[in-house]
């Protein structure tokens, strides 16, 4: 369902808004995600998943399933370990560095939202 004229100025006009209240979160939630995906982090993934794979066909063909389950913990293990984000590419910051505390600028940001939001209200009554 397509927005109307009024709502995609109002949805410009939060966009343009926050870009300069907060242009580094803006440029962060822009970035594609596919370019955040760390392909080191498949491809060990990839190879722990491998291992797994192969742990769980040695606990099948010699029949302890002990081995068998350490094999699919190992193969999940693996499958989490590529298929997720490290700290530092989720932060966009270095691992030793701490993140800064968020600053008093969005208070005018959501008053603003939140006037919009009744001026909505009250034009469709």
């Known amino acids: 369902m397509a927005l109307s004229e009024h709502e995609q100025r109002l949805l410009d006009q939060l ?3 926050l870009h300069a209240d907060d242009p580094k979160f803006a440029h962060s939630m822009a970035s594609d995600s596919r370019k955040s995906m760390s392909t080191r982090r ?10 797994g794979i192969l742990v769980l066909l040695a606990g099948i063909v010699w029949q302890i399933i002990i081995v068998g389950v350490a ?3 190992i193969m ?10 490290s ?3 989720a932060t966009g910051q270095p691992l030793g560095k701490p993140s ?26």
């Open 100 to 125: 800064k505390a968020p600053t008093g600028g969005k208070s005018g940001f959501m008053s603003s939202l939140e006037d919009k939001w009744d001026e909505r209200k009250r034009d469709q009554t």
């Open 76 to 85: 999940g293990g693996g499958v989490y370990f590529a298929t997720t984000k």
């Open 71 to 73: 094999g699919f913990l």
């Open 87 to 89: 700290k530092q590419v």
């Open 15 to 17: 966009e343009q808004q």
């Open 42 to 51: 498949l491809v060990i993934g990839s190879l722990i998943t491998i291992a």
